[in-house]
C-alpha cells in the first residue's frame, strides 16, 4: 500500500469519526449521560449525573458547589425525571439549621430569596432535600405558593404548631386565635373571619417563631401572601402543605355539586352522606373542587364505598368500590372526591387524573404526631 493510499485511507477514517461525533448527541447521549447496550443491539439511556443544583447550608459549611441534588432516581431521589432534585443528607449532629437550593458554585441563582430551615432532634437523622423546579400556576385545584423553584425538607421535626400572621390579626406569631389546626397527613388549615374587606398580607409562622411559609415557600424571612377580603367578616382559608412546603392564604368560596358517599358502614345509602366542597364538614379548602366529608365510622373493619351522584348510582367512581380500614372503633375519616382534571397538570403524572376517590385518617388524640405525612397516616391495609 503506497504512501497516497494510507493517507486517503486516515482521512476516511477521521471523517467517520467526526461525523460518530455528531451523530451522539442527536441520539440522546450528552456529556451528562451514558449509554448502555442490551444483548439485543438496543441503546438504554442510563441514569443522569448528577444536576446543575446543589444545597448549600450550616450544616456543611455554606459550600455551594459539593453537595448536588438528583433528579436520577438515586441518591434519594424519588422518582426520575420528574423536575423534583432532592438528595438524602445524614445531619450528624441536632439542631436548627439553615440552607438555600443553588445553581451549583454560583450564589446569583438561589432559592428562597433569605435562607431556608430545619430542626432534627435526633443525631445522624437522614433529611430529604427537596428543589420542585416544576411550574404549578396552571394547575387545576388550589393554587398554592410558591408556584415554581420550590424548597423543601422530608424528615425533619416540624414545629409543634403554627400560626398564621398578618396585618389582619396585628403580626402576632402565638395568637391563639390563629392556630393551625392539624389535619393529618402534613395538611395544617384554619378558616378565619376577616372584619373588614380589604386588602392583606400575612403568612404562616412556627408559632412564636418568625421562621416561616410564605409566597416564597419555607423560609427564615419568608415573603408575604397578599390577598383580598370584598365583604364584611369574610372567611379566608389559612393551607399549609408541609409535604410540598406550599402554603395559602385566600377567600373561602365553594363548588357546585351533587356528590355522596355511599359505603358498607352505612348501608350503601347513596343520598344521605353529603360531600361538600365549601370549607364545611369536614371539607379543608372551599372551591378547591375537591369534595370531603368527615364521617365516624363506629366499628373498626375494612369497608368498600363510592362517590356517587347522590341518588344516582349510573355516576360512582371508582367503577370498583374503594375500600378503607380503621383499626380502632369510632374512627373519624375524610372522605374525598377530587372532581379536577390533573391530565395537564405539571410535574409527576399521577393516576387517575380526574374523579378521584380517597380517604385520609385523622389524628389519633394524645400521641405524639409523626413530622412527615407518611408517619402521621395509618396504613391502608
Known amino acids: 500500500?503506497?504512501?497516497?493510499?494510507?493517507?486517503?485511507?486516515?482521512?476516511?477514517?477521521?471523517?467517520?469519526?467526526?461525523?460518530?461525533?455528531?451523530?451522539l448527541p442527536a441520539s440522546g447521549i450528552s456529556s451528562a449521560q451514558s449509554?448502555?447496550?442490551?444483548?439485543?443491539?438496543?441503546?438504554?439511556?442510563?441514569?443522569?449525573?448528577?444536576?446543575?443544583?446543589?444545597?448549600?447550608?450550616?450544616?456543611?459549611?455554606?459550600?455551594n458547589a459539593s453537595t448536588p441534588l438528583y433528579d436520577d432516581g438515586t441518591n434519594g431521589d424519588l422518582f426520575a425525571k420528574d423536575g423534583v432534585y432532592s438528595l438524602d443528607y445524614t445531619i450528624p449532629s441536632a439542631g436548627d439549621y439553615e440552607w438555600k437550593t443553588v445553581q451549583c458554585g454560583n450564589w446569583s441563582v438561589a432559592y428562597p430569596g433569605q435562607n431556608s430551615w430545619f430542626t432534627t432532634q435526633v443525631a445522624d437523622t437522614v433529611v430529604k432535600f427537596t428543589f420542585d423546579s416544576n411550574d404549578y400556576a396552571g394547575n387545576t385545584g388550589a393554587l398554592l405558593l410558591p408556584t415554581k423553584n420550590i424548597v423543601n425538607v422530608w424528615g425533619d421535626t416540624l414545629p409543634a404548631s403554627f400560626t398564621a400572621v398578618g396585618d389582619f390579626q396585628g403580626w402576632n406569631n402565638a395568637d391563639p386565635a390563629t392556630t393551625l389546626a392539624n389535619e393529618g397527613n402534613g395538611i395544617y388549615q384554619l378558616f378565619y373571619t376577616v372584619a373588614n374587606p380589604g386588602s392583606y398580607i400575612g403568612k404562616v409562622t412556627s408559632t412564636g417563631s418568625w421562621w416561616a411559609f410564605g409566597a416564597d415557600g419555607r423560609s427564615v424571612d419568608a415573603a408575604n401572601i397578599s390577598f383580598t377580603t370584598t365583604t364584611a367578616n369574610e372567611v379566608v382559608v389559612i393551607w399549609l402543605d408541609t409535604n410540598t412546603g406550599r402554603v395559602t392564604i385566600t377567600p373561602n368560596s365553594s363548588t357546585t355539586g351533587n356528590w355522596c358517599v355511599a359505603g358498607s358502614f352505612q348501608g350503601w345509602d347513596n343520598a344521605s352522606t353529603r360531600l361538600y366542597d365549601n370549607g364545611t364538614n369536614g371539607d379543608l379548602f372551599g372551591g378547591d373542587g375537591v369534595f370531603s366529608v368527615d364521617?365516624?365510622?363506629?366499628?373498626?373493619?375494612?369497608?368498600?364505598?363510592?362517590?356517587?351522584?347522590?341518588?344516582?348510582?349510573?355516576?360512582?367512581?371508582p367503577s370498583d368500590n374503594a375500600w378503607a380500614v380503621t383499626a380502632a372503633d369510632g374512627r373519624t375519616v375524610k372522605f374525598t372526591f377530587d372532581t379536577n382534571d390533573h391530565s395537564g397538570d405539571a410535574g409527576l403524572k399521577l393516576l387517575p387524573t380526574s374523579n378521584i376517590a380517597n380517604a385520609w385518617w385523622q389524628p389519633l388524640p394524645m400521641l405524639p404526631e409523626a413530622s412527615t405525612w407518611f408517619g402521621s397516616r395509618e396504613p391502608n391495609g
Open 1 to 23: 500500500m503506497n504512501k497516497k493510499l494510507n493517507f486517503n485511507l486516515a482521512q476516511t477514517i477521521f471523517s467517520l469519526i467526526m461525523v460518530l461525533a455528531l451523530l
Open 35 to 63: 449509554a448502555d447496550v442490551r444483548k439485543d443491539g438496543l441503546m438504554l439511556e442510563a441514569p443522569l449525573a448528577a444536576s446543575n443544583w446543589c444545597i448549600a447550608g450550616s450544616f456543611q459549611g455554606w459550600n
Open 295 to 317: 364521617y365516624v365510622i363506629p366499628t373498626a373493619g375494612r369497608y368498600e364505598w363510592k362517590a356517587v351522584k347522590c341518588g344516582d348510582w349510573s355516576v360512582a367512581y
